[in-house]
């Protein structure tokens, strides 16, 4: 763990992408307020590549979203850290969990879980395996739930209350595969790099009880949390899957500017004459969370036709 434990700890925000494909303008969304909530706190904002699943990976994906953070003046604190050397911090956090008695050995397939739901009126992981105990043969690791309100109070989307173990159920956070997941690898590293507080797309909402679950558990702080509406294009999420198309490098400005639509915010009056640092400079000063609409979704084509 890292050194840095102090009494009130000042402002630490991130960006955590996963590397799947280049930045769409959800994805910048969710970087430029993640980054405008840190400075105007005069805080620190750091750039974390969420890389735990190569086989959703392409080869340079990474490096793509870092050039492109920096054509657009996202200027992060310092290193970047990617999850794929953090195997043994996670594997730490699944020792802890275990010798807590909160994990065990998951050996069913995909189709074994679906015809044990159908033969139930189930909807989440029926349990099948929660008496288990040590196995040779592959499996994944889940973790036990409980029947408990979870409340997270989230800065702009007010609060959001889940039964984790009735809507989630046992949750995987290591796979069969090997790899871990991002239930796991998301929390440790943000105790690990000191986060203090959350902003990113809503469309994560509904995973931060389990997160805040594996928090309680684990000991680490709570953090503070803050869900933007997503970019959605004809009701769709903006997203690789919806075939978005990546940001361009091009007009940093222009694009800068409709960030700062999406989320509510004021532009300068001028700003066909400023550059994209000053842009953000201008945006931290008169940055305001309150302005962010308080919606878990918002057509960016349609605000776009209207302004
Ligand atoms: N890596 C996740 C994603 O790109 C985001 C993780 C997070 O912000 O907690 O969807
Ligand atoms: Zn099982």
């Not at 969420?50 to 657009?72: Q, S, V």
């Not at 690791?141 to 109070?153: G, H, L, M, S, W």
């Not at 899957?241 to 361009?248: E, F, I, L, M």
């Not at 919606?295 to 084509?301: A, H, I, N, Q, V």
Request: hydrophobic share 35%; aromatic share 10%; glycine share 6%.
């Amino acid at each position: 763990m890292s050194e840095f434990h102090p009494k009130y700890p000042r402002y630490r925000g991130r960006f955590a992408p996963s590397p799947t494909g280049p930045l769409h303008f959800g994805s910048l969304v969710s970087a430029v307020a993640s980054y405008l909530q840190a400075k105007a706190q005069a805080g620190e904002w750091l750039v974390r590549i969420e890389d735990i699943d190569p086989p959703r990976e392409p080869a340079g994906a990474a490096d793509d979203i870092l050039r492109t953070l920096e054509a657009y003046g996202l200027n992060w604190d310092g290193p970047v850290l990617y999850q794929s050397t953090r195997r043994d911090g996670y594997e730490e956090a699944l020792l802890d969990l275990n010798r807590q008695h909160f994990t065990y050995p998951c050996t069913c397939s995909r189709k074994q879980i679906q015809e044990a739901l159908s033969r139930s009126n189930k909807t989440v992981y029926p349990e099948t395996c929660r008496g288990a105990t040590a196995t040779k043969s592959p499996h994944a690791t889940r973790v036990k739930t409980e029947f408990q309100d979870i409340p997270i109070r989230d800065a702009i989307q007010g609060l959001f209350t889940q039964n984790i173990r009735e809507h989630v159920g046992d949750f995987v956070v290591k796979r069969a595969d090997g790899f871990y997941a991002y239930q796991l690898a998301v929390v440790v590293d943000d105790a690990y790099q000191n986060i203090t507080e959350i902003v990113r797309g809503s469309d994560l909402l509904d995973n931060t009880p389990r997160q805040a679950y594996l928090q309680r558990l684990l000991d680490f702080p709570l953090l503070q949390y803050a869900h933007i509406p997503i970019a959605t294009s004809n009701g769709d999420k903006m997203s690789k899957q919806t075939k978005a198309p990546p940001v361009s490098r091009q007009n940093p400005l222009e694009t800068g500017v409709q960030v700062l639509k999406f989320l509510g915010q004021k532009v300068p009056d001028q700003w066909e004459f400023a550059t994209v640092d000053e842009l953000w400079q201008w945006a931290i000063r008169h940055w305001s969370l309150a302005a962010i609409p308080k919606t878990r979704s918002l057509e960016y084509g349609a605000r776009r036709e209207n302004t």
